[in-house]
Structure formats: C-alpha cells, structure tokens
C-alpha cells in the first residue's frame, strides 16, 4: 500500500537519498549548503518556499515531490508547479 503524507524532520535522510537519485538523473549536484538549506526551507512556514510530500511504500519512502503555489499571468488564481511527480 502506498500512502503520500508531508515530509518531516525525522525524513532527512531518506530526502536526501530520494532527491539525490533526482539530482543524478539530471545529471547534476549541489552543495552541502543548498541541501541543508533546502530541507530548512521546505518544512519552514514561508508560503513562497516549496512544499514537500513523501510516497511511502510498505512503510518506507521510495518517492517525493516538491510542489509550490504562485501567482500565474495567464489566470488570475494561483496554480502548482511540482519539481518532482511522485514515484
């Protein structure tokens, strides 16, 4: 059974895995800053940080998402961007 809840503290390690795995399959890295920074930023409280959820398979995260809400020219209400499907 998979379930999708919103990522936590405790999820660092099995974040950085998972985002890591996305890294490399654009071919590319960050920092040790850009990653501490990023797991600060998505679960603080700021509306224009991204937002993460983890899939969890059987208990263990094999997937994620960072989403983010923002204002768009082409409509007047906000839409979602996702750096990420879940798989």
């Not at 850009?34 to 603080?44: D, E």
């Not at 700021?46 to 899939?55: K, V």
């Not at 923002?70 to 499907?85: D, F, G, L, Q």
Request: proline fraction near 5%; glycine fraction near 4%; hydrophobic fraction near 35%.
């Amino acid at each position: 059974m998979t379930t999708i809840r919103p990522l936590t503290a405790a999820d660092e390690a099995d974040w950085r895995r998972l985002w890591t795995g996305y890294l490399e399959y654009y071919e590319t890295a960050v920092t040790e800053d850009v990653y501490k920074t990023t797991f600060a930023r998505l679960l603080g409280d700021d509306p224009q940080d991204f937002t993460c959820l983890i899939a969890e398979a059987d208990g263990r995260p094999v997937g994620l998402t960072h989403y983010l809400f923002h204002r768009h020219a082409w409509k007047i209400e906000n839409v979602c961007y996702s750096a990420r499907p879940l798989h």
